[in-house]
């Protein structure tokens, strides 16, 4: 019986994909590699499968293609084409093709470093072995009465509003990760932290941790070296909130179902 893979194929704008003749997209899925699309430029890389499907992923310098059958998208963008089971497998192929790419050579002595395992690295000079990291993040949705705190961030890219969110530093918990970053972004203190959820983020290795909590005490007073506007607001008077792919989209869908009971 042939045994067809999954083939992950990104150049420097995006994933490639293959139309479907209903006009839907997909991912090439063939027995051997698809040369005929773009040819790797480094490292096949294997990827655990989607189900019984084998997954690989490679980077090509290909930049254009010449076949209506194909196109380029950017990763993000991916979301509003692909089956949900394939955009986040594109994810993870992302994160280790940029893991791949900024981890070469050895940190600590230069050495060229080699593939050891699926994930993980060996370097040839001393020995030292490196994994894929994550950055993790928190993210919250913070309750007042009716009204939720919805914020401008300087770094989106568009007129939206979302929510209080941040890297989690050395040596404290989520819980404390979540307080302290709402206390520097807004001045506010929270309470009754509740866990909604997590989202990987390939943009480009991180961990989204999502919580709902309620305002304790404080006026806002914003890092605007962080956040360039803020408040708070109902479901009657909005503002442009985050596309649907983020879970910040979620906690926010997730407040209004519950409001509507």
């Known amino acids: 019986m042939e045994t067809k893979t999954y083939w992950f194929i990104f150049n420097k704008s995006g994933l490639f994909l293959e139309k479907n003749i209903d006009g839907n997209y997909t991912i090439p899925l063939r027995k051997d590699v698809p040369t005929d699309i773009a040819k790797p430029a480094k490292d096949i890389h294997n990827i655990t499968p989607l189900n019984d499907i084998k997954v690989k992923t490679y980077y090509t310098n290909t930049e254009e293609i010449n076949d209506k059958l194909y196109e380029v998208c950017a990763l993000r963008a991916s979301y509003n084409k692909l089956p949900i089971e394939l955009y986040l497998k594109a994810g993870k192929c992302a994160e280790i093709l940029y893991w791949d790419e900024n981890t070469q050579y ?18 040839e000079k001393c020995g030292r072995e ?17 009204d939720v705190l919805l914020v401008h961030a300087n770094n989106f890219k568009g007129h939206y509003y979302g929510l209080v969110a941040g890297f989690v530093e050395t040596g404290e918990t989520l819980e404390q ?13 929270i309470k009754n932290l509740r866990y909604f959820g997590s989202q990987p ?16 005490s404080g006026e806002i007073h914003l890092q605007y070296s962080e956040l360039g506007a803020g408040g708070w607001f109902n479901k009657n008077a909005l503002p442009e909130i985050p596309e649907k792919l983020s ?15």
């Open 177 to 189: 990760a979540v307080a302290r970053e709402v206390m520097e972004e807004t001045g506010l203190t």
């Open 247 to 261: 879970i910040a989209r979620r906690l926010i869908d997730d407040w209004l179902d519950n409001e509507k009971e």
């Open 106 to 123: 050895c940190g600590k002595c230069g050495g060229k470093m080699r593939l050891h395992t699926d994930i993980s690295k060996i370097c």
């Open 201 to 216: 983020w390939p943009y480009p290795c991180g961990l989204m941790v999502g919580f709902h909590a309620d305002y304790d």
């Open 130 to 146: 490196v994994w894929p990291q994550l950055s993790t993040a928190v993210i919250v949705l913070i309750h007042k009465d009716d």
